[in-house]
């Protein structure tokens, strides 16, 4: 008996929503740097429009960092372009360096781009650019035959690829005006976690969800394994008017490891930053501390360092820096809240988010009344 013909048809050809639409023809390209667009998240802007790029560190300061460090800085991670436009319609064109893909990160994610829109106080989702798996640019419609009116946009950038351009486009005859930031920017600094491993899409991170929750900036110091509190990362961050700095490092470092950057680390800060806000974020919780003891006690050992360096610290006067316990941050064991075990779906930093956002309004807004009660 013969055997039935494989199906010939690809997937995109049976349900159009895994098509990638192009995008129309008759559209003005507009350049992230060109004046018309707001960039957002990067700590050192007038170096990135210098020498249009988008890369988290500014060069001079890369030969004094770790090669990893140098590649991951190349990542936009909660990086954003914010405009208003009137028009209708709205299409993205980016390149990035390579076409990798990773084994358990969304494509979407790692290497897209999601468009986010403001109704009054609350910021959703509009569209996401799926990226080419074998192609290094993309070109894709997001909008098609949305209202005309003034609206505010963010695009966010791919949270773990090299970008080296995007452009939005939109028809002629439709206006375009940049939308500046609403506060100095809360600086974060960590991990892969931090950096958005593994969000399902730019965006979703906890980084990018508070920034929208908080409506502030946020520029996002995370670096894929390797957030292991040089001093020489302290130097760089502390270059920054932040309104807070946030440490979020633990998932890189051992006990040992933490107990000697820690306290060199923060005091660096406080040489330029004495009474801004630095805040103390634990180890969030790994699925398999429900049955490795040893991931477990290393994690408890972890927590007991940062809360007896941060006792030490406020006893001895620091009334601005700041403790979040991680074990509170996401339930483990809990379906859909990890992608491995270790980093969070997009469900599970959305929690993280959640939970994060009310300890950190409220640090911010008793800080901003003392500024203005003795300013």
């Not at 080419?132 to 005309?148: M, V």
């Not at 929208?212 to 020489?232: A, W």
Request: charged content about 25%.
């Amino acid at each position: 008996m013969p055997k039935p013909n494989p199906p010939t048809k690809r997937l995109e050809q049976l349900d159009r929503n895994f098509q990638s639409n192009a995008g129309k023809a008759s559209v003005r390209w507009i350049d992230a740097f060109d004046k018309r667009l707001a960039v957002h998240g990067l700590g050192w802007l007038r170096e990135n429009r210098r020498d249009k790029h988008f890369r988290r560190l500014p060069d001079r300061a890369a030969a004094s960092l770790s090669e990893a460090v140098q590649l991951l800085s190349h990542c936009p991670a909660s990086v954003f372009l914010s405009f208003f436009t009137n028009s209708p319609d709205l299409s993205v064109r980016l390149t990035l360096a390579d076409t990798a893909q990773r084994p358990h990160m969304a494509p979407t994610g790692a290497a897209g781009a999601e468009l986010y829109f403001r109704d009054g106080h609350q910021w959703h989702a509009a569209a996401t650019l799926k990226p080419s798996l074998s192609e290094k640019q993309t070109i894709q419609g997001l909008l098609e035959g949305a209202p005309k009116e003034r609206r505010e946009y963010r695009l966010y950038l791919p949270l773990y690829q090299r970008v080296e351009n995007i452009a939005i486009g939109i028809p002629p005859g439709f206006k375009v005006e940049p939308s500046p930031a609403a506060q100095r920017p809360l600086f974060f600094y960590g991990t892969s976690i931090t950096q958005g491993g593994c969000a399902n899409t730019p965006g979703s991170d906890f980084v990018s969800l508070l920034g929208r929750r908080l409506d502030t900036e946020v520029i996002n110091f995370g670096f894929s394994g390797n957030g292991k509190g040089e001093p020489e990362i302290a130097r760089l961050i502390r270059e920054v008017d932040a309104e807070a700095f946030v440490l979020d490092y633990l998932a890189n470092v051992g006990p040992e490891l933490l107990q000697s950057t820690l306290p060199e680390f923060v005091a660096l800060l406080r040489e330029k930053h004495p009474q801004t806000p630095i805040i103390l974020i634990g180890n969030v919780p790994y699925n398999q501390t429900l049955w490795k003891a040893d991931i477990y006690a290393q994690l408890e050992r972890k927590r007991e360092v940062l809360m007896e360096f941060y006792l030490e610290r406020k006893r001895a006067g620091d009334a601005d820096l700041h403790f979040i316990d991680g074990h509170g941050l996401l339930p483990i064991g809990e379906s859909g809240v990890y992608v491995d075990g270790v980093h969070p779906t997009s469900y599970g930093f959305a929690l993280m988010a959640e939970r994060l956002a009310p300890q950190l309004s409220r640090i911010l807004l008793w800080k901003r009344r003392s500024y203005s009660t003795t300013g």
